[in-house]
């Protein structure tokens, strides 16, 4: 057996720990990624859409006809002795018999149409729960951006402390701060530090939450998202965002579709209540010896119900009244549609009203404040309480900022949910 050098066994184990790490290392997925993901992985979605395909079953028993029947008689047995002979079976005759229901007035083609105008209502509903779902979907995944790019700023104001820490103690050192001030310095980086741990936090949970929805049990570690984190200056109007709503709404989409099956429920009401004939149809064999010539016969009856009480009255009622219910909530959720729309894009309008002067302005000047007081301070110019206030300020515009990005992008993605579609990316 060949014995590798020493080098060899190590360059060997490091070839075996990249390719571990490469495997368990996972690419950032984009939103579009990890919303395919959930429409193939989620159960709740999953269940929901098998329910279309039970629409679709109800479809096939809609459609099939009556069964006819089939009846075989046996009578005139005798069971007594001929001249000392026992015949069991003299005189006996078989009647086989098969008869059909006819119905009339199109009642199979009602039911199939209603079957029928059900699925096209369970693939609104599922659409429409679709669209609940990928908002929370999205929410969680604005969640997880807004936690990473808080976990970015909370470190990067801890490293740009770390730095004025270090300055500060060469400053002491050379004696020219007092110990309470450096103290005073020291002290305030816990919240800093504090910062950076409720961001992992937040983090944690975020994707959490995340994983969740996607049905994945891949660990936090190893999953990660990536995303514009910004916003987009202009919004479209409206009145279009109004007519498109109206359009792709989903859940207005089925409420029309029911009242629509509840007038093709109606007119099934009223052809139930027509009468359905059976006609019958038999043969009999005949070994009676009274009549030689009638051991071969045929027959045909129909069978008519007289409908004098029962015309199905309950049920046509009942079917007309459930048109005006059906049109009453296609109304309401007409309503709700635009109500969603008028909302959700007066939340998506305040929170650009409040953007626009972060993006134009207070950022850059938090940023110009922060450093002219720290060289002030440095310089002797400014005092320590001046210095800790600025570095405040800094730290709370910028995390406003951040916290108004997320809130303008929860509320993009509850628009396009009252709309039904994306109208903001």
């Known amino acids: 057996m060949p014995v590798f050098p020493e080098r060899k066994f190590h360059n060997l184990a490091l070839l075996v720990l990249l390719v571990a790490a490469s495997a368990s290392a996972q690419q950032p997925l984009t939103w579009d990624q990890v ?3 959930f429409e193939q992985h989620n159960p709740t979605l999953m269940a929901s ?11 096939i028993t809609a459609a099939l006809r009556p069964n006819p029947d089939f009846t075989f008689s046996v009578d005139g047995t005798q069971a007594a002795p001929n001249h000392g002979v026992w015949q069991p079976l003299a005189g006996t005759f078989e009647t086989p018999a098969i008869s059909q229901l006819i119905e009339r007035r199109n009642k199979r083609h009602l039911r199939l149409e209603s079957a029928k105008k059900n699925t096209l209502i369970a693939e609104s509903d599922y659409a429409d729960q679709r669209r609940t779902l990928l908002f929370s979907l999205r929410s969680a995944f604005v969640s997880t951006l807004q936690a990473k790019a808080v976990l970015e700023l909370a470190k990067g104001n801890l490293d740009y402390y770390d730095k004025v820490l270090k300055v500060s103690r060469d400053r002491f050192s050379a004696g020219d701060i007092a110990q309470i001030d450096l103290d005073r310095l020291e002290l305030q980086r816990v919240q800093y530090e504090s910062d950076v741990e409720n961001a992992n936090v937040s983090l944690r949970t975020s994707k959490i939450q995340l994983l969740t929805l996607l049905n994945d049990r891949t660990p936090i570690e190893q999953f990660d ?17 109004r007519k498109t709503a109206l359009d792709s709404r989903p859940d207005l989409r089925a409420a029309l579709q029911a009242v629509d099956k509840a007038q093709s429920d109606y007119k099934l009401a009223v052809a139930n209540g027509s009468t359905d004939p059976t006609i019958s149809g038999w043969w009999t064999h005949n070994a009676s010896t009274n009549n030689p010539f009638a051991q071969e016969t045929v027959g045909v009856s129909v069978s008519i119900p007289l409908r004098i009480f029962d015309r199905n009255q309950g049920e046509k009622l009942r079917t007309r009244l459930d ?31 409040l953007l626009r002067p972060y993006k134009a302005k207070y950022l850059a000047q938090s940023v110009r404040v922060r ?9 002797g110019g400014a005092s320590l309480l001046d210095f800790l206030n600025a570095e405040n300020e800094y730290r709370s515009v910028q995390l406003s900022y951040v916290n108004l990005v997320a809130s303008y992008l929860t509320a993009a993605a509850q628009l396009n949910q009252a709309v039904g579609q994306e109208v903001i990316p």
């Not at 859409?49 to 479809?59: G, M």
């Not at 309401?332 to 650009?352: E, K, N």
Request: proline share 1%; charged share 30%; hydrophobic share 35%.
């Open 35 to 37: 919303r395919d993901r």
């Open 49 to 59: 859409k098998l329910s279309i395909d039970e629409s679709k079953a109800q479809e």
């Open 323 to 353: 048109i005006a219910r059906n049109e009453k909530l296609r109304d309401a959720a007409q309503a709700q549609v635009l109500s969603d729309v008028d909302s959700g894009y007066a939340t998506v309008d305040s929170t650009l009203n």
């Open 225 to 241: 998202v990536a995303g514009a984190y910004d916003f987009v200056d202009q919004l479209p109007s409206r009145d279009d965002i």
């Open 371 to 379: 450093d002219t007081i720290l060289f002030s301070y440095q310089h």
